[in-house]
């Protein structure tokens, strides 16, 4: 699943529970119904966001695919930008890094420091 998709669920979440409490358009509705809409949006909300933060984290493989690189080449920046920049968290007792899509940016690697062929 991808930040839109994600976003997409919450957003239609929200207009159906719109469209039940005001069919009509603007009017009233109770303070018992208003409540159980919003926990019930909060909790797929938590559960797609959960689900989002899993299913896209990148491992050192996928960073090796995505820029070209060795996998070996990937952990190196990977332990460089996590002590620059504190980003990625590698898994305890392991060289398994993981990242989040939003940190590929800072992940990119230098081509000034690139292999020459």
């Known amino acids: 699943m991808d930040k839109q998709t994600h976003l997409e669920i919450i957003d239609q979440e929200i207009r159906d529970a719109m469209e039940t409490m005001f069919p009509h358009g603007a009017g009233r509705t109770t303070h018992t119904r208003v409540q159980h809409a919003l926990n019930?949006?909060?909790?797929?909300?938590?559960?797609?966001?959960?689900?989002?933060a899993l299913t896209s984290l990148l491992t050192i493989e996928d960073l090796a695919e995505r820029f070209n690189i060795t996998p070996r080449r990937a952990r190196?920046?990977?332990?460089?930008?996590?002590?620059?920049?504190?980003?990625?968290?590698?898994?305890?007792?392991?060289?398994?890094?993981?990242?989040?899509?939003?940190?590929?940016?800072?992940?990119?690697?230098?081509?000034?420091?690139?292999?020459?062929n």
Do not use: C
């Not at 898994?91 to 940016?105: D, H, I, K």
């Open 40 to 52: 019930h949006i909060a909790q797929i909300a938590f559960t797609q966001g959960q689900t989002y």
């Open 76 to 116: 190196a920046i990977a332990k460089n930008r996590h002590e620059r920049f504190g980003i990625g968290w590698q898994v305890p007792g392991t060289n398994q890094w993981l990242f989040r899509p939003e940190e590929l940016s800072i992940l990119e690697p230098n081509h000034r420091y690139q292999r020459k």
